[in-house]
């Protein structure tokens, strides 16, 4: 694999994948991973911490055969989540291992020296709406699909952005936690404003369309 060496001499070992052949008009996948693709149980802290450091990782059924389905139709790949940097190697393993389309990850910048450890999962706001906004502006001819659950605030964020691109997101797919339900409240105030159609939530992987753009 390619590398670049630090100032001190470290290297760090890398993938490349490539990139879409120039003026290429395509759909961009941006998922979540915690509870999303990766069982993680975020609304317990004390489960999300041992499911994040203590136990394998555990795919969601059926999402991986999905999202190649998604890929073999031309889509590609990009997964955000609020997981600290120091958790990339192990989730780039667990993606590959449980079949899921490469593609870069996105995590949180995290120091334990300047945060306490429940800080690692907290204020998703601050790292995912700026990472979707870069995205979106360094893919400019892409339309989006965005994959989250209904344990933090994906069904928030990501219908803020949403209303801020109409023309860009095609639509946004979320996964409803038995812990974090999606009721008609939370629905109505989290979508207000877009297109009924734009919006799907779902409890399995096979409720999910086979070209969801």
């Not at 317990?44 to 998604?70: D, Q």
């Not at 995912?128 to 360094?138: G, N, S, T, Y």
């Amino acid at each position: 694999a390619p590398f670049v060496v630090a100032p001190d001499g470290r290297r760090f070992a890398g993938e490349v994948l490539p990139p879409a052949p120039a003026g290429a008009v395509g759909v961009t996948v941006v998922s979540d991973i915690d509870d999303t693709v990766k069982r993680s149980d975020v609304t317990n802290h004390k489960e999300l911490l041992r499911n994040t450091f203590l136990r394998e990782f555990e795919a969601v059924a059926g999402l991986a055969e999905r999202y190649a389905g998604w890929a073999d139709r031309g889509a590609s790949f990009e997964y955000l989540s609020s997981s600290p940097w120091q958790l990339y190697t192990p989730l780039v393993g667990f993606l590959d291992e449980a079949g899921y389309p490469p593609g870069p990850l996105h995590l949180k910048a995290f120091r334990v020296k300047d945060q306490r450890l429940w800080a690692l999962f907290q204020e998703p706001e601050a790292h995912k709406i700026p990472v979707l906004e870069a995205l979106l502006a360094a893919h400019p001819e892409d339309r989006f699909v965005l994959v989250g659950d209904s344990g933090e605030r994906d069904p928030e964020l990501y219908a803020a952005v949403a209303r801020y691109h109409p023309q860009r997101i095609a639509r946004i797919l979320i996964r409803e936690l038995p812990t974090a339900p999606m009721d008609a409240a939370r629905r109505d105030a989290a979508f207000a404003g877009l297109p009924a159609d734009r919006v799907q939530v779902f409890r399995e992987a096979a409720e999910l369309p086979d070209r969801p753009w």
